[in-house]
């Protein structure tokens, strides 16, 4: 699949800011056999007074931005063409928990996709005992990693309800179990927390969704936001696979990856710091269409 994609962050200040310095990670990733970025460009408005581009440790490219200068608003856009490959199906080849230590010991590798960094508990994602009850209560005698995963996925889409006024940013994964309400980072978040208090490596990824329409209706621009879901580690044979527990299904070519981390701290569309004693408001519009 090619998609051409757009993304508008709009940030409006109560008070003018002084200042400030921001982390932006909306272009979408290049990962090899997943997606390829043919192009894509980002712009601010105003203009920044300085402008990096790097990549951080969990290899996902980012932009840092610094102002100098007062500014009432902010505008961030992005544009990008990207191709999404189909993957292939494969058979369950991961181990039981009472196999996965094991095959855990023999990774000696502590790059960015090693699964160690995701094994335990991440800033935003401490440990919760009562989720760790919920996935102990999904897991039945001889469940592979990726069956608990499948049915850990499944089970969290049935129980929680998709409400975009239930939660916050800084909703904690317990605030959202009990609410049972949220949006996809608290459906992303609370698998992370079960996932791992099983034993089982677990991931956050942040990016887009091609989003269809119902039919007979038209497709709203820019009516989409950002999306997130979840990627597991299924031993060392079965590798990482990516799960969407907010709709239920296998991440496929309909979501396109921005990067990849612990929680979403590590890659929050944008982040940083800001010179003001007033509130602000954000809105984010995105656009997804498939390209014949």
């Known amino acids: 699949m090619l998609y051409d994609i757009s993304l508008k962050i709009t940030y409006d200040y109560e008070v003018p800011v002084s200042g400030g310095r921001h982390l932006v990670r909306v272009l979408p990733a290049t990962l090899p056999g997943r997606q390829r970025l043919v192009v894509g460009s980002l712009s601010c408005h105003p203009m920044p007074a300085e402008r990096t581009e790097s990549i951080d440790f969990f290899a996902n490219p980012f932009t840092s931005i610094l102002f100098r200068n007062s500014h009432a608003d902010l505008t961030i856009r992005m544009q990008a063409r990207v191709q999404v490959e189909a993957q292939a199906l494969t058979a369950d080849f991961s181990p039981d928990l009472t196999g996965l230590p094991a095959e855990l010991a023999a990774c000696w590798s502590v790059d960015a996709d090693a699964p160690h960094h995701f094994a335990g508990p991440s800033p935003l994602l401490p440990e919760a005992t009562e989720i760790a009850a919920y996935a102990r209560d999904t897991v039945t005698d001889g469940m592979t990693v990726r069956q608990i ?32 309400r949220g949006v996809c980072q608290d459906f992303a978040h609370v698998m992370i927390v079960a996932l791992r208090s099983l034993g089982i490596p677990a991931g956050y990824v942040s990016g887009f969704l091609r989003t269809i329409p119902p039919p007979g209706k038209e497709r709203l621009e820019g009516a989409d936001a950002m999306h997130a879901w979840v990627r597991v580690w299924c031993g060392t044979t079965g590798g990482w696979l990516e799960l969407d527990p907010t709709n239920n299904i296998p991440a496929g070519t309909d979501h396109i990856v921005v990067g990849h981390g612990r929680d979403y701290g590590d890659v929050a569309p944008v982040i940083g710091v800001l010179k003001s004693y007033g509130s602000q408001t954000t809105k984010q519009a995105v656009d997804v269409i498939p390209v014949p």
């Open 149 to 180: 995963a499948v049915a850990l996925c499944d089970r969290i889409h049935r129980d929680f309800t998709y409400d975009g006024e239930a939660t916050t940013v800084n909703t904690t994964p317990a605030e959202a179990f009990k609410l049972k």
